[in-house]
């Protein structure tokens, strides 16, 4: 069988291409540059030149698959030309559903994230909870718009299920996208030396081949319609680091660094920014963050896709083993 | 004492839920009136599990004039007395007049207008006049500044502010504080967040978050504030406005309308 994924080249994409070619798909890999590095090479993996937002390009790809997974998106914090992130997380997922439609794809598996509720207060939040906070963060008012396609495209008989992953973790490149890659990364180097406020913030982590699994779960018994938190544990700041240390044996000395002063250094990162274009390390929508927990439930996901959390020590070793390899 | 208790309208989404998170978190319990299918019953469930705080729903079209009376009656019937109400359901726009349907403006100024004022006349009538009450009247910058594409939006909420300011005067003896909350653009909605996304300048700059602009209500509303304007911003466009010439506040309006929807 025949199956699209958009995003081959992204840090869920490249692993999902993988898992499915060695089920013995068939993956028609979706990127905009057939020889970039984090493709994998698989002989079930058929690189397609491509954009989603070229419609000639993407009917090219999708044309005789029978699924699609849409994992494409513009996952970064900040970007030079704020319409990127519209134009490529909302506009790019109509057209891929558009698409989907008129060539009848069977079903459709479309990566949104858990940041679409974004905070919470006290318990995980679950599919049905509200969103409690506005959109300041770029990325997740494209996701919750490029959701609300979904929804659209869901009732007019789309076969297409969401599901939304946390911060995932896992064997991959470093990129921009990989947060965790890149704290882990600069703790081994001895460059993380900071702990954000008193290091008791929650965050949901969920193991990058968890989260593939899930992927596949989803297409293969997601209802049409629904949404599936693909999470693991939560987890604080403190135990994350306490847990490296244990895992890597290096004790480097943190230091926690009040929220006033993150979210003063943000507001200056923001003037940096915004007179002189240059990227900023941290911006104030990011620092406002840290003053609340984002812990998130994979129930119905365990429950209804049979999805499993990899224990966070264990992804975690890993993921270290992986990344000192690199 | 026994809790608060708040009714707040419009509570589903935008503004009215970041205003019942905020009433929630400082363990007040809540009325929430919103449409039916708006995901009521889940955001009371969120709200109850979070803040362990009472929360009762009413869903209804705030434009149905019986909906008032059943409302209270609801209450009534189950021993609840409200001591604050949040007037916030209301309809927005942002378009020409000639654009909109003559059924739309209709249900903007009964939404905007009449659900306001009618529910105030029975959350008075209900108060405990040995307890303070408090009422809080959702208006907008709209309704002082003429906005060009929120003609009937912007009139309605000058009504609010008359509305307002004169019971503020006619109960100024009274045992009910009576605030207006006039906040400038708020990051809410998905079709502004395309809008608000386009902005620049002072016109971005208006824009506040949602949580930020109900914190800022609810602390000014126990306060006893007559007029809360959230956000440093907005607070000096009013400034500016008393004493700014008519031709710069021009300007600066213009300067809104540039930005254009994109759907």
């Known amino acids: ?326 | 004492m026994s809790p608060l208790t708040a009714i707040v309208t419009g509570a589903s989404e935008g503004l009215g839920k970041s205003l019942a998170l905020e009433l929630a978190s400082r363990q007040i319990d809540l009325v929430l009136v919103s449409l039916p299918a708006s995901g009521l019953p889940e955001l009371a469930n969120f709200i109850r599990k979070n803040f362990g705080v009472e929360v009762t729903i009413f869903e209804a079209d705030l434009t149905v004039t019986e909906s008032y009376s059943t409302l209270f009656a609801l209450l009534k019937s189950e021993s609840i007395t409200a001591h604050i109400l949040v007037n916030n359901a209301g309809l927005g726009n942002w378009a020409w007049f000639e654009d909109m349907s003559i059924g739309f403006y209709k249900k903007q100024i009964e939404l905007n207008t009449i659900a306001p004022v009618l529910l105030t006349h029975l959350f008075l009538a209900q108060v405990d006049d040995e307890r303070k009450a408090y009422l809080l009247n959702v208006g907008s910058l709209a309704g002082r500044f003429v906005v060009p594409k929120k003609q009937v939006y912007g009139a309605t909420k000058s009504f609010i502010s008359y509305f307002t300011r004169c019971l503020q005067l006619e109960m100024d003896r009274s045992n009910i504080s009576i605030s207006l909350l006039s906040p400038g653009g708020i990051n809410t909605k998905p079709e502004l967040l395309v809008l608000n996304h386009n902005l620049t300048g002072i016109a971005k700059a208006t824009i506040t978050e949602p949580d930020r602009v109900a914190y800022e209500a609810i602390h000014g509303m126990f306060l006893g504030k007559k007029e809360i304007i959230p956000g440093g911003v907005n607070k000096l466009m009013v400034v500016l406005n008393a004493i700014l010439p008519g031709f710069i506040k021009d300007m600066i309006i213009k300067s809104k309308l540039k930005p254009v929807v994109k759907m």
């Open chain 1, 1 to 326: 069988m025949k199956v699209l994924v958009t995003g081959a080249t992204g840090f869920i994409g490249r692993n999902l291409c993988f898992e499915l070619a060695e089920q013995g798909y068939t993956v028609m890999a979706l990127c905009r540059n057939i020889n970039h590095p984090y493709l994998i090479a698989h002989k079930n993996i058929m690189p397609i030149k491509g954009d989603i937002l070229d419609m000639e390009s993407l009917t090219n790809a999708m044309r005789g698959c029978s699924q699609v997974y849409h994992t494409a998106a513009l996952a970064k914090m900040w970007c030079r030309d704020k319409n990127d992130f519209y134009n490529i997380n909302v506009i790019g997922t109509r057209n891929v559903l558009a698409l989907a439609s008129d060539l009848s794809i069977h079903k459709v598996v479309y990566t949104s994230t858990c940041g679409v509720w974004g905070p919470t207060i006290k318990h995980p939040m679950n599919e049905n909870d509200p969103r409690i906070d506005g959109f300041a963060i770029d990325y997740e008012r494209t996701k919750h718009l490029a959701e609300i396609e979904a929804r659209i495209y869901a009732e007019k008989g789309l076969n297409v299920i969401t599901v939304n992953p946390s911060r995932v973790y896992g064997e991959g490149p470093i990129t921009d996208s990989n947060t965790v890659g890149k704290m882990i990364s600069g703790y081994l180097k001895g460059k993380w030396r900071v702990i954000p406020g008193k290091g008791t913030q929650v965050s949901n982590y969920a193991y990058l081949p968890d989260v593939v699994q899930g992927h596949i779960a989803a297409m293969e018994q997601g209802i049409a319609g629904n949404r599936y938190i693909l999470g693991g544990e939560d987890v604080s700041f403190n135990t994350f680091f306490r847990t490296l240390q244990n895992i890597t044996g290096i004790k480097q000395s943190m230091y926690k660094l009040p929220q006033k002063l993150i979210e003063a250094y943000s507001r200056f990162e923001l003037v940096k920014t915004t007179l002189t274009g240059l990227p900023p390390v941290f911006l104030p929508e990011f620092a406002a963050r840290l003053r609340k927990d984002q812990k998130y439930s994979s129930q119905k996901a365990i429950t209804q896709l049979n999805y499993s959390i990899t224990p966070f020590a264990e992804g975690m070793a890993k993921t270290i083993h992986h990344i000192k390899s690199l």
